[in-house]
């Protein structure tokens, strides 16, 4: 009962900050705040499939990047209004990601292999999109600016800002409510002991099916994002191993498959990177530098992240 | 098969022997420490800067540089394992993969900051122009690497089947406890199987700096082609990444003699997913099927 | 009427073979004890009765419906729970969350899950500890959270691995009060156990394995008298009380 005080005070506290502050910062901070809430939304969609159902995967990209096109591609050659396009997008990643988990599942590959594969098709993607014409290969995308909500435009960043927040709050609520309920006390049944919870009458390839789906199509919803915000898009970047990186590091800071882990997370690393940004101005490489300390530090010192500990502390968990 | 594809089928074997050396190097270090190590093409970038670095700077020949690398790369492989990785060898695997994965941008980026993220070329004297041997042309770097690589290959061997040290090596990576139990202190053993894999890597990056420019990312192209490789060979297998690096090498190169490079990629992967999905042991079904 | 009968069952692993043509009927309502020495392949029988492996040969008769290549999913859903040898608690969940995740397979609600939770937590008598997370339980407590899990799956037929093993002689009284209970309730139960008096006291129907084959079966005082058992058991004191 304590924990779920603490889980939504936490919540509560940061939600509250999150709505404040676009009224209090200038347009760099915001975009600031734009970079924290995207990483918190990646980091909520790869909580799902890799926090909460263990199945540790390093190509969220993939799923980004084919949101992120989908959208475009429908909106640059077809006219259609992003809003949609998200949507399919979402639909289409979904499909990929139940693609990748049933041969990964049906031939058993777990843990290291799994990681692999999932790198690997995002890298099949990257390559794939890079060098065929109709997909525009290498030139990528440039979204054509115009300032129309209903085509998922608008001149003011905070309205960006407000739509990308509702996003995270509604995957954060999703995960929310999941993890109070059968497919989440399932997930993590399957994540600790999946055998056990095959021989209790989880449907385990179903689920984890159903959380690469729900996680694939929530990072989609990113690369949509993602492509309208900053009108530009190139399969180096969408699909690059940065993005699945991205994906993976704040939940690792935060802790894995807690509620309010990846938002933390994102929220201690964007600032950091920023700051050191400019701390070590014309100098590239330091903040990744100092990224990769952190996961350094983190996966030796601290291996449930921040929340993650202080969660297992208040249930009474071993170290 | 016509000239054109006998020469890029020569050239695919010689860059093939580079990436068998490196995933030789990757294939140990799971091997023995069950780790997929994410920092080998980081490493591997190491290498070449070090032979880049003495060799611009200091007008030091690549291949005497080696030597250099070696000791670096040794320290680097050993301090990793003996450090943070011992520190959680009990953790869930994936926590492995992300300790590499965070050495790796340390590596990378620190090269960034010392040398730029520019392009940088080392030029080789006397390796400007390419050897001939009939219609066939060789770049002299290219050939001189494929020989250092089976001398290295041939030291890592006798190290690992002749000496104390390689059975100890062999003995924690087959059985553990056992090992301990023969008096073998596996911590420190398990730190030289690292070192000697990151030397591995550590000299195919310095024989491709007289081939190729580089960047500090570099690696990470590399770092791919290793897993296929390592995969292919059967993860642990080291004679498996040696004939898979050779087989990875010929396939990149004359699928991109025949369908153009940027598809060779594209086909590299595809070899990745298939022997994941239907051979996950290795195409020799001796590697390690890792559960966890 | 036997609701489980398994017929010439084989399981090979590369070459090894653990289950060589066994066989055994479970009658409806009764207690079945199978006993054999370590690494007589009882487990692995179970194994191939509940889904967990898929036999090489032989055929594994449940509700009269052949069940050999179902999975372990399937099976529970009609009804057949187990328990693992070796207790797979999730450790980060709660004990009731646990038994939940059982309670699940045939309930309606989430209301009605954790309903069957809390009944099979009071059943085995871990309902005090039902908030702590399971991985702070002992051995014993973990042998009873495998146990209510089994049973809040709501089974018909309930397969027992040892369930003895590591308890205290205090919480093996009990158990096998309970087991007797839960057997009142009308659930059929086959169980693997190594302390004899407990399998000989327990049991309706008895069979014996060794090296993967059935040696002999019968009710419990045939068993124990059978030559063939006493000499693979050779002191290891059987008695019937
Ligand atoms: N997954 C497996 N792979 C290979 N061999 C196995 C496997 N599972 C069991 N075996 C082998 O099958 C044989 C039977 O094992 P099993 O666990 O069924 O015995 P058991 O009768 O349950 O023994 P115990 O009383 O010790 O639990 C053993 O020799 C064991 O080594
Ligand atoms: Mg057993």
């Known amino acids: 009962m304590k924990t779920k005080k603490v889980e939504q005070g936490t919540l509560l506290v940061l939600l509250l900050m999150a709505v404040i502050y676009p009224f209090l910062s200038d347009r760099y901070m915001l975009s600031v705040g734009i970079s924290v809430l995207l990483m918190a939304l990646l980091g909520q969609s790869w909580n799902i499939m890799s926090g909460y159902a263990g199945q540790f995967s390093f190509g969220h990209a993939a799923f980004f990047g084919l949101g992120a096109y989908a959208s475009s591609i429908l909106y640059v050659d077809h006219g259609v209004s992003p809003w949609i396009g998200m949507i399919a997008g979402m639909a289409v990643a979904a499909l990929v990601g139940v693609l990748i988990g049933f041969l990964s599942f049906r031939y058993k590959l777990r843990g290291d292999f799994f990681a692999l594969v999932t790198l690997a098709f995002a890298e099949i993607l990257r390559v794939l999109f890079n060098n065929?014409?109709?997909?525009?290969?290498?030139?990528?995308?440039?979204?054509?600016y115009k300032d129309v909500w209903s085509e998922f435009q608008f001149a003011n960043d905070r309205i960006f800002y407000f739509i990308l927040l509702a996003m995270v709050i509604a995957a954060t609520i999703f995960i929310g409510l999941m993890s109070r309920r059968k497919f989440g006390v399932c997930l993590?049944?399957?994540?600790?002991?999946?055998?056990?919870?095959?021989?209790?009458?989880?449907?385990?390839?179903?689920?984890?099916?159903?959380?690469?789906?729900?996680?694939?199509?929530?990072?989609?919803?990113?690369?949509?994002?993602?492509?309208?915000?900053?009108?530009?898009?190139?399969?180096?970047?969408?699909?690059?191993?940065?993005?699945?990186?991205?994906?993976?590091?704040?939940?690792?800071?935060?802790?894995?498959?807690?509620?309010?882990?990846?938002?933390?997370?994102?929220?201690?690393?964007?600032?950091?990177?920023?700051?050191?940004?400019?701390?070590?101005e014309g100098v590239n490489g330091v903040n990744m530098i100092i990224y990769g300390v952190l996961i350094v530090l983190f996966v030796v010192f601290c291996r449930d992240g921040i929340y993650g500990t202080v969660i297992r502390r208040l249930k009474g968990a071993r170290s | 098969m016509s000239l054109q594809g006998l020469q890029s089928l020569l050239d695919g074997i010689l860059m093939g022997g580079v990436y068998a050396l490196a995933a030789l190097g990757l294939s140990l270090i799971f091997g023995v420490l069950k780790i997929t190590n994410f920092a080998h093409g980081a490493m591997m970038t190491v290498g070449m800067y070090v032979v880049f670095a003495l060799g611009n700077d200091l007008g030091?020949?690549?291949?005497?540089?080696?030597?250099?690398?070696?000791?670096?790369?040794?320290?680097?492989?050993?301090?990793?394992?003996?450090?943070?990785?011992?520190?959680?060898?009990?953790?869930?695997?994936?926590?492995?993969?992300?300790?590499?994965?965070?050495m790796a941008y340390i590596l990378e980026n620190v090269l960034l900051v010392i040398f730029t993220p520019n392009y940088q070329t080392l030029t080789v004297k006397g390796f400007e122009k390419a050897w001939r041997i009939g219609s066939l042309t060789f770049a002299p770097a290219k050939l001189i690497a494929f020989g250092v690589v089976i001398i290295v290959t041939g030291c890592v061997y006798y190290l690992l089947y002749m000496t104390n040290t390689g059975k100890s090596i062999r003995a924690s990576a087959q059985n553990e406890t056992g090992a301990k139990l023969m008096g073998i202190n596996v911590r420190n053993i398990r730190a030289i199987a690292f070192g000697i894999g990151a030397v591995c890597t550590g000299i195919a990056g310095g024989l491709l700096t007289p081939i190729m420019s580089i960047y500090p990312t570099l690696g990470e192209t590399f770092q791919l082609k290793c897993f296929v490789i390592t995969v292919l060979g059967g993860m642990g297998n080291l004679w498996g990444a040696l004939v898979s690096g050779l087989i990875i090498g010929v396939v990149e190169s004359l699928?991109?003699?025949?369908?153009?490079?940027?598809?060779?990629?594209?086909?590299?992967?595809?070899?990745?997913?298939?022997?994941?999905?239907?051979?996950?042991?290795?195409?020799?079904?001796?590697?390690?099927?890792?559960?966890? | 009427m036997e609701t489980l009968k398994v017929i010439d069952v084989c399981k090979s692993f590369q070459g090894n073979v653990a289950v060589d043509h066994a066989s055994l009927d479970v009658k409806e309502g009764e207690i079945t004890g199978l006993i054999g020495a370590n690494g007589a392949g009882k487990t692995t029988l179970f194994n191939c009765i509940s889904g967990y492996y898929h036999a090489t040969s032989g055929k594994v008769i449940y509700k009269d419906q052949e069940v050999q290549h179902k999975t372990a999913e399937k099976l529970c859903h009609m009804g057949m729970a187990r328990t693992f040898q070796i207790a797979k608690p999730f450790g980060m969940l709660s004990v009731l969350d646990n038994v939940a995740v059982g309670g699940y397979n045939k309930a309606n609600s989430r209301t009605q899950a954790y309903e069957f939770a809390?009944?099979?937590?009071?059943?085995?008598?871990?309902?005090?500890?039902?908030?702590?997370?399971a991985q702070l339980l002992n051995t014993g407590e973990q042998r009873k959270l495998e146990l209510a899990r089994a049973l809040a799956t709501q089974p018909e037929v309930l397969l027992l691995d040892?369930?003895?093993?590591?308890?205290?002689?205090?919480?093996?009284?009990?158990?096998?009060?309970?087991?007797?209970?839960?057997?009142?309730?009308?659930?059929?139960?086959?169980?693997?156990?190594?302390?004899?008096?407990?399998?000989?006291?327990?049991?309706?129907?008895?069979?014996?394995?060794?090296?993967?084959?059935?040696?002999?079966?019968?009710?419990?005082?045939?068993?124990?008298?059978?030559?063939?058992?006493?000499?693979?058991?050779l002191g290891k004191g059987l008695e019937v009380e």
């Open chain 1, 132 to 144: 065929t014409k109709a997909l525009k290969a290498a030139t990528g995308i440039l979204i054509p």
């Open chain 1, 188 to 280: 993590i049944a399957i994540k600790e002991n999946q055998e056990a919870a095959g021989s209790l009458g989880v449907p385990v390839l179903k689920y984890k099916l159903l959380a690469m789906a729900i996680s694939a199509a929530i990072a989609a919803m990113a690369g949509t994002f993602y492509a309208q915000y900053y009108g530009f898009i190139d399969p180096t970047v969408v699909f690059s191993a940065a993005i699945s990186v991205e994906a993976i590091v704040p939940c690792i800071i935060g802790g894995a498959g807690t509620l309010g882990g990846p938002l933390l997370g994102a929220l201690i690393i964007v600032p950091l990177k920023e700051l050191s940004n400019n701390l070590f």
């Open chain 2, 60 to 102: 030091l020949n690549p291949y005497l540089a080696l030597p250099f690398a070696m000791v670096l790369m040794f320290l680097i492989g050993f301090l990793i394992q003996r450090f943070p990785i011992h520190y959680i060898e009990h953790a869930p695997t994936h926590n492995q993969l992300l300790l590499t994965l965070g």
């Open chain 2, 255 to 292: 699928s991109g003699y025949y369908l153009g490079g940027s598809w060779s990629e594209m086909v590299i992967y595809g070899i990745f997913i298939l022997i994941l999905f239907l051979r996950p042991t290795g195409l020799f079904g001796r590697g390690n099927r890792r559960e966890n």
């Open chain 3, 118 to 133: 809390e009944q099979s937590l009071d059943l085995v008598g871990l309902i005090d500890k039902k908030e702590n997370l």
């Open chain 3, 162 to 233: 040892e369930v003895m093993a590591g308890l205290t002689p205090t919480e093996s009284r009990e158990m096998v009060e309970l087991i007797d209970k839960i057997n009142k309730t009308g659930i059929t139960i086959l169980m693997i156990e190594h302390i004899m008096p407990v399998i000989m006291k327990l049991s309706h129907y008895i069979y014996v394995m060794e090296r993967g084959k059935m040696i002999a079966e019968g009710i419990p005082v045939e068993v124990a008298n059978n030559p063939k058992v006493i000499e693979s058991y």
